[in-house]
């Protein structure tokens, strides 16, 4: 079995902007800048063969290149059970029309439907029991955080290697956007 996710890149200005909003929450594990994605669909773990087959179903995929722009912070949970801290994307229809056409395609391979709203986000950190005013205070000073706008001209296939120290990602494939709906 392997994990699997498929995501959009961060490019390295928009990463360098990301990775300096890290710090200042106590209870926060700060995501690895080089890890920082935009996950489309979290698969989970699937046998080898079937992996296969959502990498035959990814090459498949059309849709047209676009510019996304992150926008914002928040958190997933409320209060003490506040468990990650994000950055937002403004809303932008090409993205969730690529949402859909990636969900379309695995659900053909065989996954299930993904029952969870598509809420776009990057993480930034895993919160356990975070002290609540320092988390308060950051929203507040980085809600207008805004960068970006960042080409989105491929997806990635990912597999998640899980660790003591966290998850390690490793790019499996990636498919380009072909202007083509």
């Known amino acids: 079995m392997i994990r699997l996710f498929v995501a959009l890149d961060v490019t390295d200005a928009v990463r360098q902007r990301l990775a300096g909003l890290s710090g200042g929450v106590p209870g926060a594990r700060w995501m690895d800048p080089e890890s920082l994605h935009l996950t489309l669909r979290f698969i989970g773990d699937v046998p080898e063969d079937q992996a296969i087959d959502i990498d035959e179903a ?4 059309r849709a047209p290149p676009f510019e996304l722009v992150l926008e914002g912070v928040g958190v997933f949970g409320t209060g003490r059970r506040a468990r990650v801290l994000w950055a937002g994307v403004e809303r932008n229809e090409a993205l969730n029309h690529l ?4 969900e379309s395609a695995l659900v053909r391979c065989g996954l299930p439907a ?5 809420t776009p986000h990057v993480t930034l950190a895993r919160l356990k029991d975070p002290a609540q005013e320092r988390l308060g205070r950051f929203l507040t000073d980085r809600g207008m955080f805004r960068a970006g706008p960042m080409p989105v001209d491929h997806v990635t296939l990912y597999r998640s290697h899980l ?3 966290g998850a390690v990602y490793e790019a499996l494939g990636e498919y380009p956007l072909d202007g083509k709906a």
């Open 58 to 61: 990814l090459t498949e995929l």
């Open 163 to 165: 660790g003591n120290g």
């Open 99 to 102: 949402q859909a056409k990636v």
């Open 114 to 118: 993904e029952e969870r709203r598509f």
